[in-house]
Structures are given as C-alpha cells and as structure tokens.
C-alpha cells in the first residue's frame, strides 16, 4: 500500500481503481505513513501555521429539503433565525477584534435574503473591514448572482458538491436538486473568479468507497482552492436520523489523501471532525489539513444552527472558542495567525 501512497505524493493522482484499494485496506501503519507525507505537504506550504475563519451562520431558514440536513424546510422542530446586518457586522467587529481576518457567511437557502439585501451586507462588510476575505456558503444561485456578490466585495465561496455519484446524489436530496446543477455552479464560480471551496461527507447514508473515490476524481478535476470535508453526523429529526456516524479515521485518511492531491489548497478540520472526537480537530491538522472554521454567531443562536446533533461550541462565546483553539493548536506545536490566508499558487513546485 505503501507504494501508492508514494505514487499520490509524486504525481497527486490515483486511478479509480486505485483510491478504492486504498480506502478498503488501509490500516495504521498506512495512515501515519500517509500523514507524515501530508504534513511535509501542508509544512512546505504553510510552516505551522494555522488559518480561521469566524463562521457567522446568519440564517436557519431554508427552502431546500436534504435528507441529512437539521435546518432542512420540512423540519418544522427547528428554531428559526435570521440574522440583521447589524447584527452581522456586530460578529465581524468581534471577530476583528479576535484576529479574525476572514468571515464566512453561511446559511440555509433563504429566499428573505434578496440580492438586493445580500449585497447591502457583503459590501458593508467590504468597507467596514477592507483587510478582511468574504467567503460565501450560501447555496445554489445563478451565475448572475454569483458575479454581483463578487461585485459587491465577496472573495470565496463554499460549496460541497456532497457526492459526485449520481444515484447517491439522489438518496440524499430531494428532487429538486441535482448533481448537475451543483456542478455547474461550481464552474460558475470558478469562472467569476472566486477562490471556491467544494467537498463532501464522509460516511452518509448509502456511501460506498466507489463514491468516495467519485468524489476524489471529481475534486481533482475540478481543482479547487478549498476542500471542506467532515464526518456525516445523524440529526433526530431528518430521514437519516437511525443511520450511524461517519468514521473519524476514514475522515482524517481523506484529509491525508486531499492533501497528497492538492498539496497548496485550504484544508479545513471541522467542527463535524471535533463533534465526533475530542481531538478530531488537532488530528485533522496532523493529518494534512491548515484551516479551523471557529464559531463567530451570536450564542443565542448557536444551538439553533442545528445541521447536526450533538455539534460542539454552541454554548461558548467566540472569545472562548479563540483561546480554546489557539491552545489546542499550540498543544500540536502549530501556531493560529492573524492572516487572511489567501489561496496562493504553486510558485514552489
Ligand atoms: N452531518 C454532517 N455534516 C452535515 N452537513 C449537513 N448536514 C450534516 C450532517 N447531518 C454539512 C453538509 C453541508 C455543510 C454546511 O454541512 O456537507 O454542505
Ligand atoms: Fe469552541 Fe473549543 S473551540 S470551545
């Protein structure tokens, strides 16, 4: 096995066939070897060093229906929220504050929020805090949106293609999405010109390591600048809520794997990653990744971003999540900066 893991970490790809031999067999020797490469990776790449992003979840509301999903419409347990702009610009004003040099909008699919609206928001947040990236983790919008939020001051966008199987696609969303069209947004963005993060769950329902190795083909054609990925995690009040949890292992191999295929892309460890472990975040970054996407949303709304059950950090102010990631960062010998860690491209080699 070892000789595949040396073949990704020289040419940054592996057939099919490949992938799936290795995510059926690996076992720890394999993965220490794995994250050893990935680490000299992200160590090239980033010394130690650590990026975040404050996350502002500033709607639950959403019209789409994803089977996996807490803050899905047919879920009328959830809470509902929206957040003003004043209130958004109240968490980049504490994030600021934190060293927080990137804020990442994120929300349901939320009609409410007219482009008129979003891009009131997106621009205050351009002028209030010009030396700060705006990344969006709205959803599917047309190609028209998506250049007036670039317009407007936006700078990222995440988007998790979530499977790059078809028939998986379709057991885990209504009808009214599809594959396709996630896709096309992708180009879309890409062709705007965002910095676009995409990704997937590991272990959803009906996942087989054909789909895994689907979503890894499909990421390295696609050649993103971020790649999110994180354990699926059952929510009570969706279809999927009797189905297990992801694996944290397989998880933390991906996140080597990713790594090996994008040795400069933005690597997340999630907070799914540190639901399900206590240290899945710090084994995250030891396993290749170089992002945390810490909690910037006011603590009365925490608890309702529910996409998940049992998600960490909804009970702790933004100040303590800082200091309670920069000592779990520091306790791995890595150091949490105060930069906006752009995508730069690979001028190595
Ligand atoms: N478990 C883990 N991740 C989830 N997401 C949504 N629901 C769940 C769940 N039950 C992820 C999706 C989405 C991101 C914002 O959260 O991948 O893209
Ligand atoms: Fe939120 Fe540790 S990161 S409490």
Redesign the pocket.
Known sequence: MKHLIDKLYETHNLSKEEFVYLLENFDQETSDYLFSLARTYSQKYFDKEVYIRGLIEFTNYCKND?F???IRRGNSNADRYRLSKEEILSCCQTGHELGFRTFVL?GGEDPYYTDEIMVDIIKSIREGYPDCAITL?IGEKTYDQYLKYHEAGADRYLL?H?TADEEHYKKLHPESLSLENRKECLRNLKRIGYQVGT???VG?PYQTTECLAKDLAFIKELSPQMV?I??????KD?Q?GNFPAGSVDLTLFLIGILRLMLPNALLPSTT?LGTLDKKGREKGILSGSNVLMPNLSPIGVRKKYD??DNKICTGEEAAECNMCLRNRVSSIGYEVVEKRGDFVEDTIG
Not at 230 to 235: D, R, S
């Open positions: 994803c996996y999903c807490g994120q983790s998790r979530e990704g997937f769950m959803s999110g994180g354990p699926f995690i059952p929510h969706t999927f799914a996409l998940y």
